[in-house]
């Protein structure tokens, strides 16, 4: 089973709204992150959130973590068309050799 | 600065064909890479991951197969294709801070 899942799955807002997306985890993890992915093309990363960290803001990106509850969520305030793309958070996990696990994504669609 | 090269961009194959994959980190040493499937609309499916030359973890049993031949160079491959490995592939990079950095990845139709 996953590891970090998405919600919601698809997201329709208009240009300057805020766009919220969560993620969800299932064993304890040593960070978290957010990446970026337009059609077609690799994935960016965003942002990392380690998990002593409770909140980091980077440009008009904002991720806050709990722990306690195994949740992320990624907020983008005053969206842009060009912010139209799939977000996907990651976990780490350790199996001889650390990898980053990812979600399924949440498609964001900014309307102009 | 470092970067990232995957090629082919597309590639389309007929069922049973062989394949090769190849991805080259430039600007960096000793990196981790990755090897990911992406199918339509989904996410990322760790299938190889490799900490140095020769060695590769396999994620997923299947038909594919990975491999280093130099510190920079992870390639991909399968000696016979199936339908089911139709996909988007991706090969990343990253060294110790968990941060990936994602090559433009190839388009493989299996027809």
């Known amino acids: 089973s996953q590891q970090g899942e998405e919600d919601p799955q698809a997201l329709s807002i208009q240009e300057g709204e805020n766009a919220t997306m969560n993620c969800s985890y299932k064993t304890s993890i040593n960070n978290l992150q957010w990446y970026r992915q337009n059609s077609g093309r690799g994935l960016v990363h965003l942002i990392l959130?380690?998990?002593?960290?409770r909140e980091k803001h980077s440009g008009r990106l904002r991720v806050t973590l709990d722990t306690s509850k195994k949740s992320s969520s990624l907020l983008i305030t005053a969206s842009r068309a060009a912010d139209t793309a799939s977000y996907f958070c990651a976990t780490d996990a350790y199996t001889g050799g650390f990898k980053t696990i990812f979600g399924a994504g949440t498609r964001l669609f900014v309307k102009a | 600065s470092q970067t990232i090269h995957q090629w082919p961009a597309t590639l389309v194959q007929p069922v049973g064909s062989p394949l090769s994959l190849e991805c080259t980190v430039e600007?960096?040493?000793?990196?981790?890479l990755y090897w990911y499937r992406q199918a339509a609309g989904r996410g990322l499916q760790l299938l190889f991951y490799s900490v140095g030359i020769g060695q590769i973890s396999s994620e997923v049993p299947q038909n594919l197969s990975a491999s280093r031949p130099q510190d920079r160079q992870f390639i991909l491959s399968s000696k016979k294709l199936l339908l089911s490995d139709s996909g988007f592939y991706l090969c990343?990079?990253?060294?110790?801070?968990?941060?990936?950095?994602f090559g433009p990845g190839t388009r493989l139709t299996v027809t």
């Open positions: 600007g960096t040493s000793n990196p981790n």
């Open positions: 990343a990079w990253e060294q110790g801070t968990y941060e990936q950095y």
């Open positions: 959130i380690r998990s002593n960290e």
